[in-house]
């Protein structure tokens, strides 16, 4: 909604009147969504883990400094970052929020359990890298059994942020040649 409420009111004709260098905007709307993505991201990952504690003690023996924690609640914030990113790309890309909003949630949500219907090792590779599959892999605090998970947690975020940034980098040619 950052970017296609503007399109779908016609006010990014205002907007690109007062901004005319595109290019510019889209980045300046993307560092503004992110910088606020992570930051409720990383809040939401602490309060849930100390709010989590109390409930969860028995089960799970886990402290904060613990291998692996810390970098898995700053995944959490990246994971959510990431996450709001595709919705942002896919914004700007398709100019309408419903579509947008349907095209991310496909790519994070329905998709990628239906990668593993997949058959054979080339099924297993595109699973373990498709979106959230491979975005995932930042916020486990101990490494999944083998398997489950074949990339490390910065590889499989690389990729992750890759993906979406394919997407954020189409939107932003078309921004430049499309009329507002």
């Known amino acids: 909604m950052v970017i296609s409420t503007e399109y779908s009111t016609r006010a990014i004709r205002s907007t690109l009147t007062a901004t005319p260098r595109r290019l510019q905007l889209l980045s300046a709307k993307a560092l503004v969504f992110i910088v606020v993505a992570l930051l409720v991201g990383l809040l939401t990952s602490l309060l849930s883990f ?29 994971y959510v970052a990431g996450s709001g990113m595709f919705g942002f790309a896919f914004g700007a890309l398709l100019r309408h929020t419903a579509g947008a909003i349907t095209a991310a949630v496909a790519l994070l949500l329905v998709l ?11 099924g297993r590779a595109v699973s373990h890298h498709f979106t959230s599959n491979a975005g995932q892999a930042i ?12 990339l490390d947690p910065w590889e499989g975020y690389a990729w992750f942020t890759l993906e979406w940034l394919a997407v954020l980098a189409v939107a932003a040619v078309l921004m430049v040649r499309r009329d507002a």
């Open 50 to 78: 100390f709010l989590g504690q109390p409930f969860l003690r028995e089960q799970f023996r886990v402290g904060l400094g613990d291998p692996g924690v810390p970098r898995a609640l700053l995944g959490g914030a990246l």
């Open 112 to 122: 990628p359990p239906l990668t593993q219907l997949l058959p054979g090792e080339w």
């Open 139 to 150: 916020t486990y605090a101990h490494l999944v059994p083998s398997g489950t998970v074949t």
